[in-house]
Every structure is written in structure tokens, then in C-alpha cells.
């Protein structure tokens, strides 16, 4: 269909042709090219922004619907090019041709774990070492010299989850994103020796894949936030892991626990570790046991200031399965002096929920607010009835404040995360 007198959107400059294609879905935006003549050059001109999560079936989640889109598009920019796919024979052909391109804003290539991790091609990046600004590589192999002969300059979000690299490398990799501040490390493999070089780098997240043997961050300077996922303080403090030794503007080393009622966690005496200020604990409050252990947790925190709390029950217990559980608040230190923050996310108001929430609301001292997020929608009354039950003991500090708010998500969240956590285990 060339340009006719009926066609009158064809007469419009390319510009606002481009700008007409680019909100329509990939699919259709590649469709447009079958038009005319004068619309084969508008889709490859749009700079391509794919958001390809495997559950788009109009896109498809195999290699063959990704090469296809990318085939189509050419030489065209891309902006942001995000997959979660399945390794396929099509793999390695479109990771070529993505090779082939410039990507100015995002990358995310997610593949489905398999016993075989993909490798990535080490010209991935050679177009984009001078833009790309978020990176994220999930269940992959990555080439030694991948974002090291070509140093990801502009870098500000580096995310690697289930990837195979070595440990020079990967320290290469992070030194040469000089304008990185935060940095995600989930589960990579073998990786043993933290010692991260990076002067902008403000945030890092760490889940061991192995006990780590080594972590530094005498390189990272303007580092202000640790988050550590399911790993054994226990054995990283004081030798590994050493106060004294963090970047002078660390506020927040944070730590998330497994379940705590878990087989694969189990609780022996311990040494309490004053470098955590954040905790998040995940319990199902199903008996006075689990809280007996849960207040015992926070007795091995000294500085704690801001506690979150995953409330997994899907049952309801009997009130004589918990008895005299509470021990004397004044004997755990951070509710004496340092926690200011409690969050309860998932909460239905269980006999465990509302006993825990108490016992925290009457022991802490320095409490600012309690924050109940629940994921019914409550009436005033439902609300007003939960936390008379919460303030029943009474307030340890005056100033502590008790809200309660709606989330849509929680309930797929708890669900996702019940599931999750019991094959998760302390590194």
C-alpha cells in the first residue's frame, strides 16, 4: 500500500512515524514494515525497547522470537533490551547479532537455570562499553575478558546472579566501572575472595554461592550499605569481617535469615556481632518456640536499629501452644538503646503475630514506629481491634508510633517467598 490520497498517516514526517510505531508492542511495531516501501526503514529507525519476561506469549520466550525481532530491527539503536528465556540452539545466533549493536541504556539477559550455563560472547558488549548504565546477567557463563578489555565506563548498576567468572576477572570487571554504585552479587559460583575496587560504589548485595574465605572493601571508600543474604555472620565476624575495618561512611550492614523454624537452620549458642543494624527474619509464629528463638536472635545484635519481619503463617495455632515464652527485654541490648524501626509485612494478626508485636512494642525503648503491612483490606474497626491488642502491653518509648497499611502484592509475595526459603540454607 504506497501513499495514497486515503493514507494520510504516511504523508507524516518519519519522526512522528517513528514516535507512532514506538508505542505500539514489538510485534506489531515489526509488522509495519509489510506496508509500503515508504515504512521498511520507520521500525528500525525506533530504538528498540524489548521487555521480554517468558510469560509475553505474544512474543514467545525461545531464542527463535528474539532472533526474529532482532533480524527485523537491523541496525537499529536499541535502548533497553531486557530477556528471560531458555538457552536454545537460536542462542548463540542472537547473542551474535546483539553483539553487533549498541545498547544505551539496559541489558538484562535472564536464562532459566540449566545443568548447562550459556556462555555470552566476549564482544558482547564492545559497542556498549561507553553507555550501557544497568547490567544484569542471570545463570550464565561469562567470558574472563568480558567488560574487562573493554571497561564498562558508564556502568552505574551491575547485577550478576548464578554466573560462572573467575574471581580476577570479576574483580577486573568491577574496577573498570568507574562510575558503578551498586553492585549485586547473588550466588556466584566458586567466587570465595571479595575485595571489590570501586571509588563511586555506594551500595553491594551479597549471597554467597561458597563460604567466602576473604571480604575487604578497603577499595570501595564512599561505600555506605551491606546487604548480606543467608549468610553465617557467625563465621565471617570477627575474623573475616571486622568493624573496624568498614569504609567510614557504612551505615547499614543489613543481614536476611532463612526461616527460622528451618531444619537448615539451626540455631547454636552464638557470639552476638555488633556490626548488623538491619535484621530480616522470616517466621511462621507457629508456636512459642520459634519466638523463644526469634527473641534469643535479637539478644546477638547489639546495634540493631531497624528490624523487618516476613510473617509466613498460613495457620492458625492454638494459644496453648505458646505459653510463657516472653524472656526480660531488658536483657537484649538493642531493644534498650539502638532499634528504632519495626516492620511486619504479611500480617493477618495470628496469636504469634500479635504476642511477638507486643512483645517488641512494650520492650523497646528507643522504638520510633511500627509499621503492620497486611494484605487484606481491613476495616478501621478490624485495624483500631489489632492494635489495641499490639498496645495491650503497653509502649517502652513514647514515641513510638503503630501504622498499619494495604499492599496488593503480599499475598502472592508470601506465598512466593514460603516456597522459596525451605530449600535456602545459611552459607
Not at 133 to 151: A, I, N, S
Not at 249 to 273: C, E, G, Q
Not at 314 to 342: R, S
Not at 387 to 406: H, P, R, T, V, Y
Amino acid at each position: 500500500m504506497e501513499a495514497e490520497e486515503g493514507d494520510r498517516i504516511s504523508l507524516l514526517p518519519d519522526c512522528l512515524l517513528g514516535n507512532i510505531v514506538s508505542l505500539l508492542p514489538v510485534k506489531n511495531a515489526a509488522c509495519t514494515m509489510v506496508l509500503s516501501r515508504r515504512w521498511r526503514r520507520i521500525w528500525p529507525s525506533v530504538p528498540l525497547d524489548l521487555d521480554l519476561d517468558g510469560s509475553n506469549r505474544n512474543l514467545g520466550s525461545d531464542g527463535h522470537s528474539i532472533l526474529r525481532i532482532l533480524s527485523s530491527h537491523g541496525d537499529g539503536p536499541i535502548r533497553r533490551f531486557h530477556a528471560t528465556v531458555s538457552a536454545h540452539k537460536a542462542t548463540s545466533s542472537w547473542l551474535q547479532i546483539l553483539s553487533n549493536q549498541r545498547i544505551d541504556d539496559s541489558l538484562v539477559l535472564k536464562f532459566v537455570p540449566h545443568a548447562a550455563h550459556p556462555p555470552l560472547p566476549r564482544d558482547l558488549l564492545r559497542f556498549s562499553a561507553n553507555v550501557l548504565r544497568h547490567l544484569e546477567l542471570h545463570c550464565c557463563c561469562l567470558d574472563p575478558q568480558l567488560g574487562v578489555t573493554l571497561p564498562l565506563h558508564s556502568l552505574h548498576y551491575l547485577h550478576l546472579s548464578n554466573v560462572v567468572i573467575p574471581e580476577t576477572s570479576l574483580h577486573s570487571m568491577i574496577a573498570g566501572c568507574l562510575a558503578l554504585r551498586k553492585l549485586q552479587l547473588f550466588r556466584v559460583h566458586n567466587l570465595r575472595r571479595l575485595v571489590p575496587c570501586s571509588r563511586n560504589l555506594v551500595e553491594v548485595y551479597i549471597r554467597p554461592h561458597v563460604p567466602l574465605e576473604k571480604v575487604s572493601f578497603s577499595g570501595t571508600p564512599n561505600l555506605e550499605s551491606i546487604v548480606l543474604l543467608y549468610a553465617d555472620i557467625w563465621r565471617l565476624c570477627p575474623d573475616i569481617f571486622v568493624k573496624d575495618a568498614l569504609p567510614p561512611k557504612v551505615r547499614k550492614v543489613a543481614l536476611t535469615l532463612p526461616m527460622l523454624h528451618s531444619p537448615n537452620f539451626v540455631i547454636t549458642p552464638k557470639r552476638s556481632v555488633s556490626i548488623i543494624t538491619t535484621l530480616i527474619l522470616n517466621m511462621k509464629f507457629s508456636d512459642g518456640e520459634e519466638l523463644r528463638k526469634a527473641a534469643n536472635m535479637l539478644s546477638l545484635f547489639p546495634c540493631l536499629q531497624v528490624l523487618q519481619i516476613w510473617c509466613l503463617a498460613f495457620e492458625w495455632t492454638d494459644k496453648h501452644a505458646f505459653g510463657q515464652w516472653q524472656p526480660a527485654a531488658d536483657t537484649i541490648m538493642c531493644l534498650n538503646e539502638h532499634l528504632k524501626y519495626v516492620e511486619l509485612h504479611g500480617y493477618y494478626g495470628t496469636i504469634g503475630e500479635v504476642q511477638f508485636a507486643s512483645f517488641l512494642m512494650a520492650g523497646a525503648k528507643a522504638l520510633r514506629a511500627m509499621q503492620i503491612l497486611h494484605g487484606s483490606k481491613l476495616r478501621d474497626e478490624r485495624i483500631n481491634t489489632m492494635k489495641s491488642l499490639i498496645l495491650k502491653g503497653g509502649k517502652a518509648s513514647s514515641e513510638a508510633q503503630l501504622s498499619f497499611a494495604w499492599r496488593s502484592d503480599i499475598p502472592t509475595v508470601r506465598e512466593d517467598l514460603d516456597s522459596y526459603l525451605r530449600q535456602v540454607r545459611i552459607i
